[in-house]
């Protein structure tokens, strides 16, 4: 079937697309996390807030700020210029950007939340056993809080997969370059290509399923003691 | 600077609306119990020595070693030499017990003083079974044993324990308690120990830090406290004196030892286990318990009537009073307390400085390594 | 007393129900391009019959998904001709009410490159990026291909294309200059200053009919079909000139 031939592109930008953005996430989300667990500054709450900005705005509001924010008039286009280019916008690299701002408030509170509520506790304990704070966060925080970051990455990955007004708004929709499973799928709804719109949407959630679960089953296998 | 053997701590700080405000000197050796009623800072003065609070004006230092000091010194909790065993135990619930007990193990044993060994504190502490357990599925004093064993294994200078038994059931606190003193007897590692429960500061404590509102009320040796007429230790209804004691001989044929304190030899049961003569033991006598004569009884059942010198007296409310004697004819012994009607000290004409029978009733022996033995008359 | 009372309250009742009875609505799909003057159109709608035509934007092959499964849509303005042909042929719309209600007039834009000299410009290639509709699904897309076609240079921009999905995004990417050049409809830059523009000579591409067309759902609904016809009145093809498009 040479249908399927030209399906493949946009199933492998996505994958490239959530796997890229998931862990650039995991990174960036860490230390966030950490800091509006742990902090005792005032301003805590107000950049809490700010992270959570993208889950409440429209993704195609979201969309449109960052297509001017990555676009010649912003600082995405300085960065675009180190190498040449005019703007990040119609380019992988675009997209992820995109993709880890909208994604960003769905991988933070996950983690946030398991460091909370790992406390202080375990992490004054590990001071007391000569952990300096870098190690008590490495053999300690970390392994505790796990299951936030297994949860922050299947939602952020999820969510990648699934996001779809903040690409179309910053992609161009280039096929083989930004063309996602989301928009290719909303470019063949609007051409009535219904066999193409089926076969991607249904690989869409079968994909989804298989991914969420074994996380899930992952988390609660981890759930026990190393010995 | 304090000097050798010593350890020096001051911490004057509003942390909140509490006051903190403290400064005492004890040797470094020995169990130093931190006692007062709750929210005196008792923890709060532990986690000041830790360094897990911060205080701008604080001081401390072990043996000349500086941890801190108001200028400019601040030694992380992390590179402090210390062990900490918390209320809860606090085990890392991803590790296994053994992973647990080795966290903070350094990788080169200490030079400057012997070193904790692992299967030393292991079969000490009696965790061998549960080496390769998770924490989760032990009992709560399974769980404190491990971390004391925990702590142990940093190799530490100074131990801080916080309340390490007050979330145990009763059996398990008798359980534990030998533990603890097998560590103050094993190791040479000066101790801070916080309590609320009186019976274990008579049992394990070498010095007292007496605290009250976040203030130092008194810091003394234990014995000292327990007869100083003017602390609260001595005038409340428990009150006791701890006497450290040498066991001399056994009685077999009636179920007694004789043991040797500063100034007299007190008879108690039961008796020790075999080739326990030369061993240390730890004797509690209850104020109420000791009674005062001004001639020796020429025939009694009770079978401590000790020669002392009565040197101090306070009178308390409800028309008693309490006395401190010192045994021994010259009065240069350990010290008893004595508590009575006010109607007896004045009918029978008694005064400091007067030579006296004491006259002790029930004697309480802690036997060491097992459980505690329960009172009994000595009559 | 109180009986006049209570009869007040009923007469108020009574004309407060009374009163949408006369006011009619009706709910209009309208292509994105076409967004502005329909806007002006409705009110003028209004003002003149008491009537509310109540506006959807949006891609209309989006729109003709939509009608096919059910929308509640009255009256359809297609960005093109085909869909509303479409929308007759399978049943969702009332034969014989097709009519093109504008004519749509490509504009080549840029707040980036001299595009006076449009056909030049083009030429030249000084650009990394070009914007236009996705063709598939808007006519003014495909028209922008069609002209590059014509004007030879197909082969040279087509990989420098980025395509929006309406013409809404398609002149987003050129606005903020993500896109230094790109083709929309002239209605589009109606009140927008600034940049340079080249109307594409009609020659060029085929004629972008703008068909309206009355769905099913607005088959005897009295107001639908008014609007219909005001559209075709005077003072509504005065404000679709004006913005930029022609007409029959």
Partial sequence: METLAHLWPPVRLTLELASITTLTLLVIATPLAWWLAHSKAKGKEIVATIVSLPMVLPPTVLGFYILIAIGPDGPGGWVASLWGARTLAFTFTGLVIGSVIAALPTVVQPIRNAFQAVGDRPLEAAATLRASPWQAFWRVALPLASPGFLSGAVLGFSHTVGNFGVVLMIGGNIPGRTRVMSTAIFDYVETMRWQEANILAGGMVVFAFVVILSMILIEKRFAGARV | MSEANRIRAEFHNVLGNFTLNAAFEVPARGITALFGPSGCGKTTVLRCIAGLIRVKDGYFDIDGEIWQDPDQTFIPTYRRPLGYVFQEASLFPHLSVRRNLLFGAPPEKPADRPAIDFDEVVDLLGIRPLLDRSPRNLSGGERQRVGIGRALLTQPKLLLMDEPLSALDRKTKGEILPFIEELRDHFSLPIFYITHDIAEIERLADNMVLLDKGHLVACARLSELQSDPSSPLATSREAAVTLRGVVTACDPKFGLSSVSVPGAVLIAPPPPATGAIGEPRRLRVLASDVSLAREKPARSSILNVLPARVVAMKALDGYEVLAVVALGEQGDGARLLSRMTLKSWTELGLAEGQNVFAQVKYVSLNAGRGTDTPTHPVK | ?248
């Fill in chain 3, 1 to 248: 007393m109180k009986v006049r009372m209570i009869s007040a309250a009923f007469g108020l009742l009574l004309a407060a129900l009374a009163a949408p009875a006369q006011a009619g609505q009706t709910h209009v799909a309208v292509a994105a391009n076409f967004n502005e003057p329909a806007r002006e159109i409705a009110e003028l709608f209004k003002k003149k019959t008491g009537h509310k035509a109540i506006l959807i934007t949006g891609a209309s092959g989006a729109f003709y998904t939509q009608i096919t499964h059910g929308a509640p849509f009255e009256v359809f303005l297609s960005a093109d001709e085909e869909r509303p042909r479409l929308a007759i042929e399978n049943g969702f719309a009332v034969p014989d009410s097709r009519f093109t209600y504008a004519i749509g007039k490509l504009v080549l834009w840029s707040r980036v490159v001299d595009v006076t000299n449009g056909e030049e410009a083009l030429k030249t290639g000084n650009f990394r990026k070009l914007s236009i509709a996705n063709p598939a699904s808007a006519p003014y897309g495909a028209a922008a291909v069609e002209t590059m076609k014509a004007l030879g240079v197909w082969d040279a921009i087509e990989r420098k294309l980025v395509q929006g999905n309406s013409i809404a995004q398609a002149f987003q990417f050129i606005d903020t200059r993500n896109a230094e050049l790109g083709f929309i409809a002239l209605a589009q830059l109606y009140g927008v200053k600034g940049g340079t523009r080249w109307i594409v000579p009609e020659k060029l591409h085929s004629a972008i009919r703008q068909d309206a067309v009355l769905l099913k759902k607005g088959a005897d609904h009295e107001v639908s079909k008014a609007f219909l016809a005001f559209l075709r009145g005077p003072e509504a093809r005065a404000v679709i000139e004006r913005f930029g498009y022609g007409i029959e």
